[in-house]
């Protein structure tokens, strides 16, 4: 059974930061380019960052360029999203993906940017 389990989100003020971990178990991890999906109320589910298995390359939205770094330990089947300088608009649930010759999704995790 295929399980991607997102934790580490929340509420935290403007300019804050918050660090998302995904943790897959089912899969052969290292295979698998990962990414950060975010959905907010009203708006279609957009990319928020991909990295993929074997070189590591990682690729950002446009509004979160900068400021958002994706990364993975392959030894953990760990996916995280290091968020910086948060900004309300951040406000979505972020969801973790998984992409080989599969397509997973996690649940979700809540994160709320206000003062």
């Known amino acids: 059974q295929v399980q991607l389990v997102e934790s580490g989100g929340g509420l935290v003020q403007p300019g804050g930061s918050l660090r998302l971990s995904c943790t897959a178990s089912?899969?052969?991890?290292?295979?698998?380019?990962m990414a950060w999906y975010r959905q907010a109320p009203g708006k279609q589910r957009e990319l928020v960052a991909r990295?993929?298995?074997?070189?590591?390359?990682?690729t950002y939205g446009d509004s979160v360029t900068g400021r958002f770094t994706i990364s993975r330990d392959n030894t953990k089947n760990t996916v995280y999203l290091q968020m910086n300088s948060l900004k309300p608009e951040d406000t979505a649930v972020y969801y973790c993906?998984?992409?080989?010759?599969?397509?997973?999704w996690g649940q979700g995790t809540q994160v709320t940017v206000s003062s």
């Open positions: 993906h998984a992409n080989y010759y599969s397509v997973y």
């Open positions: 089912g899969i052969n991890f290292s295979r698998y380019i």
């Open positions: 990295i993929t298995s074997s070189f590591l390359t990682t």
